[in-house]
């Protein structure tokens, strides 16, 4: 993982969309397909979020991956490749696309891309900044994501003749290394795919062609689906965090 300086970040916040209005010809084709054609619609619509061409790298792109393994893909946003943002994903859920989150966390990873291994139907985050390394680990299952375990370490830093200074939490509390390493060590075995987020343009819609698009894929999402941009400032906030928590104990020390 690389150490970039954290970057402040600007909200542009949450919206919540009006509810489909569906016929019976829609409700036929409420699939996956036509859930993720609406979410992508709606994000390029978005004021503020950039959509390229098909051969523009930096802007914002979308990706699929089957985490769980259920024969339903999750669809992964992503507004760019700056490290201060990460990916939203979604799942499909009786036709509707659900913002996937565990608590407020609602972005995952960072330059644009997460971690994901489908064996174990996880999502790994990893976060760098100001020295300071964040490694989030979580499940999904049956729809909903559960955080595993959260790993916190600030050694790099410090320069090579202070490491010894370092702190190392596990959740939220100070342990020491060697209980960290032992915590960590199971997630270090787990082979990761490290670029999930960016495999397609935002106007690409082809791997969505299952259903053409149409009026129907331009309608807004259900109300069960929120809409979101934050996940620049998720990952600002996680970083601030972990930097003010390490600032306090330093004084105390």
Same mark, same amino acid.
């Given at each position: !993982?690389? %150490? ?5 970040? /600007?909200?542009?916040? !949450? ?27 709606? *994000? =390029? ?7 390229? =061409?098909?051969?523009?790298? *930096? ?11 259920? &024969?339903? $893909?999750?669809?992964?946003? =992503? $507004? ?7 990916? !939203? ?7 509707? $696309?659900?913002?996937?989150?565990? &608590? ?19 999502? &790994? ?12 680990? *979580? ?5 909903? /994501?559960?955080? /595993? #375990? ?15 200074? @370092? ?8 342990? %020491? ?5 032992? @915590? ?13 987020? %960016?495999?397609?343009?935002?106007? #690409? ?9 149409? @009026?129907?894929?331009?309608?807004? $999402? ?15 906030? =996680? ?15």
């Amino acid at each position: !993982m690389k %150490r970039i300086a954290l970057i402040p970040a /600007l909200v542009l916040g !949450m919206q919540l969309l009006s509810p489909l209005s569906a016929g019976a010809d829609d409700t036929a084709e409420q699939t996956w397909h036509l859930a993720y054609q609406k979410v992508l619609t709606a *994000y =390029s619509r978005m004021q503020g979020f950039e959509i390229g =061409s098909t051969d523009d790298s *930096y802007g914002a792109r979308w990706d699929l991956c089957d985490i769980d393994c259920d &024969g339903t $893909p999750e669809l992964f946003i =992503s $507004p760019d490749d700056s490290h201060v943002n990460g990916v !939203m994903i979604y799942t499909c859920i009786a036709g509707n $696309p659900v913002l996937l989150q565990c &608590g407020s966390q609602q972005a995952f990873g960072e330059n644009g891309v997460t971690a994901v291994n489908t064996d174990e139907h996880m999502i &790994g985050s990893f976060h760098t900044g100001s020295g300071i390394e964040l490694r989030t680990f *979580y499940k999904l299952e049956n729809g909903k /994501l559960t955080q /595993l #375990d959260s790993f916190m370490s600030d050694i790099e830093s410090y320069p090579d003749d202070e490491k010894s200074k @370092a702190a190392w939490e596990l959740n939220s509390r100070n342990v %020491r290394k060697e209980q960290f390493d032992a @915590a960590l060590e199971p997630y270090t075995k787990i082979v990761w795919r490290e670029d999930v987020g %960016r495999s397609y343009a935002f106007i #690409d819609r082809s791997p969505l062609a299952a259903v053409k698009h149409s @009026a129907a894929a331009d309608a807004p $999402p259900d109300m069960k689906f929120a809409l979101t941009w934050g996940s620049a400032a998720a990952l600002t906030v =996680s970083l601030i965090a972990a930097i003010v928590s390490i600032i306090g104990r330093r004084k105390k020390a």
